[in-house]
Every structure is written in structure tokens, then in C-alpha cells.
């Protein structure tokens, strides 16, 4: 890919609709926008959406009354609506996988109860205390501690002696070895 600089000439000619001009605009950052958000975002439509969504704000920005004012810059600004635009789609992906958390918890609990129902949550009760009880002490402090006790991180830390970042990797390690027993126990 070879790089250029852009001028007033083009941006004039982007300002009026050239369709030459536009082309060369959505296939020159339209390549770059692709190779940055390739390592960013997953699949190919999230790519697409940010992507279009790019081109749309410059353009708008490009044809706005005031304008630019230094085409010298341009590459600089669609590098920057593109940023703006993939903050927007990660808050609003992290807003839609959070929003199951808002929900009340009345939704998400059956208010009938039903006798196969109490026998299948005891038999999953005592399959997970039985795994829990078979981890390492360790472990059954860390998943004790952070996520049955719902203890205060920063205290568990004082308690420990540990960082916030080396607890947060001693409990994901926990969860695997509790992970890996449980999938063994359904196995069996």
C-alpha cells in the first residue's frame, strides 16, 4: 500500500461528490480502517458496521458547512472518528451483554417449585461441594473467599498478601481446576 498526501484539490473533489474521488477515499481507508479493526473486533460484520460507520461521520464532517480546513489532516481525522466509532460499538456490546445483569432477579427465578427441580439443585449442591472439597486448599480458598463469600477483594488481598492482578489470576486458575473436575464429574 503505498501512502499519500492529501491536498485541497482532493479534498474539494470529495466535498463535491466526485464519485472518482470517493472511490479512491473508501478503497485508500477503507484498507487501513480493515487492518486496524481486524485485530480489534471479531467478525467480519462488526468490521463492516465500524467501517461504514467511519465513512459516514467523515464525510459528513468533510461536506459540513465549516469543513476542514487542512486536508493534510485528513488521514489524521478518519483515524480519529474511527477510534470514537469502535469505543461506541464496545460500550454498546458490553451494554448488551451486561443488560441480563439489570434485569431483576424475580425473571430469572421459577416461582413454582416443582419437586424434580429441588432434587436436581441438591444433586448439583452436593456435586459441587464434593469438587470443591477435592481442590487443592488453595484453590478452595480463592473460589470460597471471592466468589461464595463474596468477600471484598481488597481484603482478601490484605489477608494474603497478594495484588489485586496476581488474585484476580490465582482465582481464574481456580475456576479452570474447577472447571476441569466438573466437566470430568459429568463425564462420569
Do not use: M, N, S
Given at each position: 500500500m503505498q501512502f499519500i498526501?492529501?491536498?485541497?484539490?482532493?479534498?474539494?473533489?470529495?466535498q463535491r461528490g466526485d464519485a472518482g474521488t470517493e472511490r479512491h477515499f473508501a478503497a485508500y481507508f477503507g484498507e487501513l480502517?480493515?487492518?486496524?479493526?481486524r485485530r480489534r473486533l471479531n467478525g467480519k460484520e462488526a468490521i463492516e458496521d465500524v467501517r461504514?460507520?467511519?465513512?459516514?461521520?467523515?464525510?459528513?464532517l468533510?461536506?459540513?458547512?465549516?469543513?476542514?480546513?487542512?486536508?493534510?489532516?485528513?488521514?489524521a481525522l478518519v483515524n480519529s472518528v474511527c477510534n470514537l466509532v469502535l469505543l461506541e460499538h464496545y460500550r454498546s456490546h458490553r451494554r448488551m451483554e451486561s443488560s441480563i445483569d439489570e434485569l431483576p432477579q424475580r425473571d430469572f427465578i421459577d416461582q413454582e417449585v416443582s419437586t424434580s427441580g429441588l432434587f436436581e439443585a441438591d444433586e448439583t449442591e452436593?456435586?459441587?461441594?464434593?469438587?470443591?472439597?477435592?481442590?487443592?486448599?488453595?484453590?478452595?480458598r480463592f473460589l470460597q473467599s471471592v466468589l461464595l463469600d463474596e468477600r471484598d477483594k481488597d481484603e482478601v488481598c490484605a489477608e494474603l498478601g497478594l495484588t489485586r492482578d496476581y488474585l484476580r489470576v490465582l482465582v481464574h486458575r481456580a475456576k479452570q481446576s474447577f472447571k476441569s473436575s466438573y466437566m470430568k464429574s459429568l463425564g462420569e
Open positions: 498526501a492529501f491536498d485541497a484539490p482532493y479534498l474539494e473533489r470529495l480502517i480493515q487492518l486496524k479493526l461504514q460507520e467511519t465513512f459516514v461521520r467523515v464525510l459528513a468533510v461536506r459540513a458547512k465549516d469543513g476542514i480546513r487542512q486536508p493534510e489532516r485528513l488521514g452436593r456435586a459441587v461441594r464434593k469438587i470443591l472439597g477435592d481442590l487443592p486448599e488453595r484453590d478452595r
